[in-house]
């Protein structure tokens, strides 16, 4: 699969599964245990991986940048040569993707078999920010917005309390009933069975979008719900932006569910392959984007070698980015 003329085998030794396979998170005992399952998993043939196509450039030639993810699993994380999308590559097949997200998605990277009001009320914080950011944008209420992948509805929540109109997402019937105990507008589905007669003035995909596979699929989905003023807001995390959730460690942002790890410019070239143009955005990344009248020209794309030199240089500065010091003094605060 991998092409390594270019000569980048790793970023370094930490990102080889064969170096070690520890986890660089602290994970409760549920975690542990969805994390050897998932390990074993993988080792017996349970799941399966299959090549993808780059959804930006279609580009089938890649270089490698780890074989492991922050929680010890071995998957293969390279970067296009082409455009320079970093990606998960081999992934999960449609088969083994559904075992995941519904046997140790929640328990691994949440650390519960189901929805808790703490986690409720920090999404619901979330949500508050991304109002104030949409409103920082032009974006007020009460526009209507639609939250795909709402789970329990606390982003929502938070959007709502902003005075924003809102109807959640989602494919997990459990977290959409939790929703709906909250009396939060709610339904288990996808975009596509959104009721079409309600244009939304916003279409979010807030931390979600990393984790579609048929991503191209997914924004044709978002074409297709959006009216002529429908702006998309697009959340998902920045490769270039590790500070301050993941303590600058690229380690800690690599993770086996997030397929596509997108820059600010590769985002917007996925979109731009859509008609889309980015009206707004930052780095970590949020970003609204509307329908272009005319095609969107992104320029030519960084080289693989430029974008290796900053995820370098990023090391660089984990290495004296004093993050034991920081943990200990949380775990001091909290008692």
């Given at each position: 699969m991998a092409n390594q003329h270019l000569g980048f085998l790793m970023l370094s030794s930490r990102f080889d599964i064969a170096t070690g396979a520890q986890s660089v998170v602290d994970l409760n005992d549920i975690q542990n245990r969805a994390r050897d399952r998932l390990i074993s998993d993988i080792a017996t043939g349970r799941y399966i991986f299959e090549t993808l196509s780059?959804?930006?450039?279609?580009?089938?030639?890649?270089?490698?940048?780890?074989?492991?993810?922050?929680?010890?699993?071995?998957?293969?994380?390279?970067?296009c040569e082409t455009c320079s999308l970093v990606q998960t590559n081999p992934y999960l097949d449609q088969n083994s993707a559904s075992i995941f997200y519904s046997e140790i998605f929640a328990p691994l990277h949440r650390g519960s078999t189901e929805p808790t009001e703490k986690k409720f009320q920090d999404r619901r914080k979330y949500g508050a920010g991304i109002a104030s950011w949409l409103m920082k944008n032009g974006v007020k209420p009460p526009a209507r917005i639609v939250d795909v992948g709402c789970s329990s509805g606390g982003v929502l929540q938070g959007l709502t309390d902003a005075g924003f109109k809102g109807v959640g997402i989602d494919i997990g019937a459990d977290y959409v009933a939790d929703a709906q105990s909250r009396g939060l507008e709610a339904i288990v589905g996808t975009l596509d069975?959104?009721?079409?007669?309600?244009?939304?003035?916003?279409?979010?995909?807030?931390?979600?979008?990393?984790?579609?596979?048929?991503?191209?699929?997914?924004?044709?989905?978002?074409?297709?719900?959006?009216?002529?003023?429908?702006?998309?807001?697009?959340?998902?995390?920045?490769?270039?932006?590790?500070?301050?959730?993941?303590?600058?460690?690229?380690?800690?942002?690599?993770?086996?569910a997030h397929i596509w790890h997108f820059s600010p410019y590769t985002l917007q070239r996925l979109f731009a392959k859509h008609g889309f143009v980015q009206v707004a955005g930052d780095g970590y990344i949020h970003a609204l984007f509307r329908k272009s009248e005319k095609p969107v020209d992104m320029g030519p794309p960084p080289s693989v070698a430029q974008v290796i030199a900053k995820l370098r240089r990023t090391e660089r500065l984990r290495a004296i980015y004093p993050v034991k010091l920081l943990r200990s003094a949380k775990r001091a605060l909290r008692g």
């Open positions: 780059c959804p930006i450039c279609d580009g089938d030639q890649f270089t490698p940048l780890a074989t492991r993810d922050r929680y010890g699993v071995p998957c293969r994380i390279v970067i069975d959104l009721d079409s007669s309600q244009c939304p003035d916003v279409i979010a995909y807030c931390q979600s979008l990393e984790h579609f596979v048929p991503i191209n699929q997914e924004i044709e989905r978002m074409s297709r719900a959006a009216g002529k003023g429908t702006l998309l807001y697009i959340e998902v995390p920045g490769l270039f932006q590790l500070f301050p959730t993941y303590h600058l460690d690229l380690m800690r942002y690599f993770q086996l």
